[in-house]
């Protein structure tokens, strides 16, 4: 079973190989009892739709974030 640090922002690194098992980078977190539960969001509204449970790659779901955010802040910059 692998080990995961907490970072002082509260993030935890996935291993590679759950991610892609999970078939998303969308996940839901809670709490039960004293364990925390990771499990892939199913149903996501709004602009997280696109990224719901799907079959593609983890590595694509990362290219077309990637893509939105550079599109995102580019529009941004010709604003100011």
Partial sequence: MPLAKITKKGQVTIPIDFRRRLGTDMVKIEME???VVITPARELGGIFHRYAFTERPIEE???IEKKAMEEAFAGENNRR
């Fill in 33 to 35: 009892g004293g364990k």
């Fill in 61 to 63: 779901i990362m290219e």
